[in-house]
């Protein structure tokens, strides 16, 4: 049987980062064989690794497919080859082999020199205009732009796994388990929040409604206020749920802080909405004194963007929600442009939303009472996220009650 | 000290959809006190029972607060009043002391006569125009509505707890347990769809993308091709992974037909939704005969509706995909007009969408592998809701069988 | 169509602990019929209700069928009959039609007068010695005992649902939801072990070895310390791992005061289990000052007793350890005769097995982060469990810290 | 800063199986340093990789540390040093430094050639005795025993993951999800055990109650029967609910056929538990012809092994059980002796104690609706288990119905 060869290099923290392991699983899922050329460990846990590979297939085809695959976990051709571009058929279209993008780092070679792709995120496609390479949702696509076509003259940069510092991430590796001390890993993510912070690193909230309902609220309002939330994403229960909470001390007519029913508190819900709606607006709300506290008054107060996203689910919305959804992917992405940390609260929705328009090597924190919302969110691509299982409501008392002791 | 007493009401069948102890547990939440003055139970059971108390509290205030709460669980006042309407003072703005909707079925008295509300939800409010009352969201409330305020002169009618047929309904209580006989459930699941059908009753699905990765996508199409479903409410996730199988035989890259990783597979779901672009919708691909099998086609050719709500995380999402989540609100709401039974599948979001869009008395059947989307539909207020505890991909191949063997 | 009928009546808090519907409910379950010849309702919430119906069915053995359901709920005939009584045939033998107890308050009408069984708990035998009825597992019956058969001369009390008080019982029903306001809920439970212990009741805590992984192993100690836990009920993994943390600091390799990993720390899990056998039992660690804190040296210190009951999961397991699971579960109910309340935390197996020992109007709290515990337990008849889903590392302090602020 | 310095080599499929990856990371975590010598890796997938490394500390305890971490992944000391072993000192006590095992393949270096350690265990002690090296659990280690300690001497042969061939493991890795094509699992999982049965391998099912509430117990008696399972391992639980619905067509009093409640069906269950005292055993319940069909009939029929193993929470139990569950381990270890292939199905308890006793090497698939089991066995050390998140009532008749296509 005669074969098809092609030499691929690799290199980075090929063991450490699992590099290798991926590229052999690959081509060996896809029926390939290999050869081992040549390779070289870093001597120190510093010290970049390289190996050279011969990629082996049966046919022309399935040589394609390993390589189309491999290169996706950072293999790179030997020799380089131009990217390959062809225009878009019409708005909204990408031309028919138009190269999907991963979450990863991401370079073209193009005109000669590795530029890297702006905004890169997962399942999108790779827009060049004037010397600059750019990921670009498909709804975003206009009529002629160049668009990246196969896989040829692309390079992709697989992070690394964080290793040094004080960091939350280091003693967990990246599994979820509810079997871990809870006030210690409190600690640690107050640490991690406070150090991010410290050395001007963004750090942005995705939150569902169960944070006013497990009466984690005021705790979430504290973190705006003292400066270590630098972003706000969230849909319109959030919102509702905190202003409820807020001016009428209760989360779906429960009182939060006895947890009694409040009387007609069933209207409450409803009435807040209707409140914000006479106001016109959260920031109208809070300028007329009417909000005073909570999520969404300390955001309006110290200028905190937030973006709240409507969904099917909604009661109103909010006038501040924005309804169309694919507006609101592109407000999202805005508020998460050069973020370090995410942290993601009891949404899966939302969490998965902006798991989407992250870059892998951007630190994601989820902390939900439930594994299955960590398991979905890495079974989509987000597989750096750090899974926490707790109880919100006891959960992030106990990070701010840390972080109140390091200011 | 002096006691404010009111009289009031209730008859229906008190005991049996505990009427009666929901009535009395509001007074004693609410620290009021009754007197049972008169009560007949129904000598049997198709009977109605009824009972007239006085209800006692230390003041008027609290006296109000117990009769607006027990007015919404089916008591009503002696002597009837008048429904009492204010005009909205402008657009999405309801006056200040609106009456909030239960989903039950509801009644108000006006200009002499009890009318019934058309259209009743959850957390809306009650617009009378030209003699007619109907249940309007916010967004919908127009300046100048005339709109139901206070509690006087409305009437709830609890639904019943469903005994009589072959129902599965019947054996199962409200509860949701992963520990019944799956083959056997679906048998009554199967039986219920049969005879709903064959009575003219009309049942919609609201489903999310599981359906596809579980391998249940054969199933569900064949339940429309064969007339069983009359509707279909999603987002665009379903829509896209039901089209990347029909088409490419993949979900998410994942052969389904031997669980198998496709070559470049993960570019299937990005090359589905571009081409979903290029056709211009999904009727056109149909019309073009690019897409010739699976759920969306069987809805295309069959003309049953169908509605696809845009999400904050939608890859595209698909040109047939309501980006605005208000006016999808409105057009899940016409197909869920008259309808008998829905069923809810492997989907929170769209479930709790639904479930706020039902009067109680439709029969909602919920399959899903987590107990908590049922607990948490259930908390939401669609208490009427069956769970069903099992996995999709081998409950609804199951029910479709039994449904053959009817046909 | 001739009928069977049979009159029979019932009396308590009919409507309020829904005694009535279960009634009604079961009658109509199984097809019969009934006719209320009688009722009247407490006119005020501490009053009596008492009904008297005509049960009707099609036939004697239906209508046996029916009696035998509904007296289990509390029905009893109007005509009372003395019970009749069988011989067991050999050790381990009931006669055949023995009446299988439920875990309700029970009494039999036995030589003219009603005597209550002792030792209640759900199926189960009732022996009769002596003038002297008791509740008998199998295991524990004696060739020639005289055994409850049949239905007849046998009256259930069934419990009414729980209302004045500060009690946590209160306001949370019996449903169980991770959307509530920990820090409150947390509050009410210090106010319920606090006001119970106050009256001189006895608290009994069920216990998990995550008790120890999350980090509560402190608050339980204390909680022992401070005398407000008068029993422990454990298996080997709880004893094991709050040693290992009480010597060298670790729960499975852990360091649970930092989060990170002991050096040769998969060591100490079973160097525990060795030290405790070095030693010849707990008690003997303590007295040797090997153990100088934690949950087990509480125990040992504050003459609380304890038992630890064997499973095929142990390792080791310890010498203190029951590996006799029959002479375990006759050490688990001495520990329990005369509890007010149980509080179960992270343990499905004891839990279930505490709740199968219990009369069902003993107070059970349930601490897990998953719901499911609850859900099967309730399954499995201790209905009158109060689910509270949260994360036990968080919500065990907490509880702690508002005793601590109490006394 | 003064180095302490150790060489190691490791072998085997060092890439593939992440091997060099864990050392890595165990050396780091650790804050040792390492700098790699000598490294070749397999230039074709079933080529042996090699690598020599120099582990570097701070001083020799770190070292000692690191070293023993590391030999634990299957590094070795270049310089192979003679196994120490110290006598127990009494019955159940094992010296200090005792060596606790892994459930991976292990050697020891004695008397100058490498020895397999015989029923390899995670969590126990080596006895070395005329010769041969055995695990051996605490609770038969007896005074005198000669015992390894300290980490000189032992070779550990980490298992590689496996590749080949038609194997359920081949396609989804170790992961568990929901989210997976339901019909084909099935397929595979039947194929796997219809082609580990014809090879002559050995396949034991630990199973739980949910298999007959569910309505699989016909399906897994069917394996049985048709000889696909060679040992059952399981508690009370299945066994009582088994023969409660093999003689009464129940399980907790529920039809198992039409899911209706059985008339006095609260009787069955205890009702069976009597019925088995009273014939004395399972075995003479079959010879009586009292039991005629079922899971635990297959077995006595066939000549199937079965352990019952006792729990605290038991009702009974049965005859049959092994009340302590220290005999219950040993019975047990006898059957999954030389085991191919553990199924476990529906039982948290019975699959973390098989979990305990299974070396690394064997196939584990657990089949369980929440995803929560399968994290916990992994956890606990049984990490090459392969989660199936599915609905068993659903599930094991599919695999049967495959098996069947194929007998």
């Given amino acids: 049987m005669s074969k098809f060869i092609q030499e691929i290099e690799v290199s980075g923290h090929l063991i450490d980062s699992m590099i290798l392991t991926k590229i052999f699983d690959k081509i060996m899922d896809l ?51 131009e990217v390959v571009l062809k225009r878009s058929p019409k708005n909204c279209v990408m031309p028919d082999d138009f190269y999907s993008t991963t979450n990863n780092r991401t370079q073209i070679f193009h005109k000669g020199r590795w530029i890297r792709v702006e905004n890169i995120m997962m399942d999108k496609c790779i827009v060049v205009k004037s010397g600059r390479a750019s990921c670009v949702p498909v709804r975003d696509v206009k009529k002629g732009d160049p668009i990246v076509v196969g896989d040829k003259g692309i390079k992709i940069i697989p992070p690394e796994r964080p290793r040094e510092g004080v960091n939350v991430f280091e003693f967990m590796g990246s599994s979820s388990s509810s079997e871990r001390p809870t006030q210690h890993i409190a600690k640690k993510v107050a640490d991690d929040i406070f150090e991010t912070n410290r050395k001007g690193g963004k750090i942005v909230i995705v939150g569902g409604p169960a944070i006013v309902h497990t009466g984690a609220a005021d705790a979430v309002a504290e973190l705006i206020k003292s400066g270590h939330i630098h972003g706000v994403l969230a849909g319109n229960a959030l919102a509702v749920h905190d202003i409820e909470y807020a001016t009428l001390g209760t989360s779906l007519g429960m009182n939060v ?75 999202y992405k805005k508020i998460l442009k050069d973020t370090s940390m995410v942290i993601m609260v009891s949404t899966m929705l939302h969490s998965i939303a902006t798991g989407n328009m992250l870059p892998a090597d951007v630190k994601v924190i989820v902390v939900d009472i439930s594994q299955s919302t960590v398991t979905k969110l890495m079974d989509r691509g987000t597989w750096q996220a750090l899974g926490i299982v707790s109880d919100v409501g006891a959960f992030l008392p106990m990070v701010v009650q840390q972080i109140r002791k390091k200011i």
Avoid at 37 to 45: A, D, T
Avoid at 52 to 72: C, G, M, W
């Fill in 31 to 81: 029926k390939g064989e290999f050869q081992v050329e040549e390779i070289s460990i870093g001597k120190r846990k510093k010290d970049q690794s390289y190996a050279r590979l011969q990629v082996i297939a049966k046919n022309q085809k399935r040589l394609d497919e390993i390589l189309d695959t491999i290169y996706r976990e950072g293999a790179v051709s030997k020799v380089q080859k």
């Fill in 257 to 331: 802080h006895d947890a009694t029913l409040a009387f007609r508190g069933h209207r409450n819900h409803m009435d807040t909405v209707n409140a914000v709606f006479k106001a016109g607006s959260i920031s109208n709300m809070v300028k007329a004194k009417k909000l005073r506290r909570g999520i969404m008054y300390e955001c309006v107060k110290n200028r905190v963007p937030f973006v709240l996203a409507g969904s099917i689910r909604d009661d109103g919305p909010l006038p501040d929600v924005i309804t169309d959804v694919a507006q609101a992917q592109r407000e």
